[in-house]
Every structure is written in structure tokens, then in C-alpha cells.
């Protein structure tokens, strides 16, 4: 993914802003990132690539995601399309 692409397509955070938000905070834990303009915490499709970032942070690594944005893109939108039609099956 580009710098300035979204991670978080819900609240348009991008790898860039993650990217200084970690270097800026330090965080300990991956969750800590929600703090930066709330990445995470709408249909939670970014936690594992939050998780991803903030694990090489924490070795060191260099924070990029190999995956292009519009595979990235798509599979979110099939993960929201699943999420919808589990819920819409759920009785309760
Ligand atoms: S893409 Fe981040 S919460 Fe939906």
C-alpha cells in the first residue's frame, strides 16, 4: 500500500498518519492506535492490519503492507457485504 492510502477505510486513516502517530506515541499496545483518529473502531475490518503494523513497530521492522489498496478495498467490502447478511439471518 501507498503512504497516503487508507488502512482504516471507515474513518480514512492512512498508513501515512499510522505511521507518524507510532513514531509520535509509542504505543504499547495495537489498540492504542484507535486514539489516532479513531482507526479500528467502526466495522473492524483494519484490526488485524493495525495489529500487523504495530507488531513490526514493536520488532523494529519496516510498518508497510504488501497488499495492493484495491485488494485491500475489495475484501473489506466482502467482509462488510458477510457481516450484513449474518446479521440480517440473525433472529435475535
Ligand atoms: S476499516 Fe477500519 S474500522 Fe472499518
Given at each position: 500500500?501507498?503512504?497516503?492510502?487508507?488502512?482504516?477505510?471507515?474513518?480514512?486513516?492512512?498508513?501515512?498518519?499510522?505511521?507518524?502517530?507510532?513514531?509520535?506515541?509509542?504505543?504499547?499496545?495495537?489498540?492504542?492506535?484507535?486514539?489516532?483518529?479513531?482507526?479500528?473502531?467502526?466495522?473492524?475490518?483494519?484490526?488485524?492490519?493495525?495489529?500487523?503494523?504495530?507488531?513490526?513497530?514493536?520488532?523494529g521492522?519496516?510498518?508497510?503492507?504488501?497488499?495492493?489498496?484495491?485488494?485491500?478495498?475489495?475484501?473489506?467490502?466482502?467482509?462488510?457485504?458477510?457481516?450484513?447478511?449474518?446479521?440480517?439471518?440473525?433472529?435475535?
Amino acid at each position: 500500500m501507498k503512504p497516503e492510502e487508507d488502512i482504516c477505510v471507515c474513518h480514512h486513516v492512512s498508513l501515512n498518519k499510522l505511521k507518524n502517530f507510532i513514531k509520535r506515541e509509542n504505543p504499547e499496545v495495537p489498540s492504542q492506535l484507535s486514539e489516532c483518529l479513531g482507526a479500528g473502531t467502526s466495522c473492524g475490518w483494519c484490526i488485524p492490519f493495525l495489529k500487523k503494523i504495530h507488531g513490526c513497530h514493536v520488532r523494529g521492522q519496516s510498518m508497510d503492507l504488501t497488499v495492493s489498496f484495491e485488494n485491500y478495498a475489495e475484501r473489506r467490502k466482502q467482509h462488510n457485504m458477510k457481516k450484513s447478511i449474518k446479521k440480517a439471518d440473525d433472529p435475535t
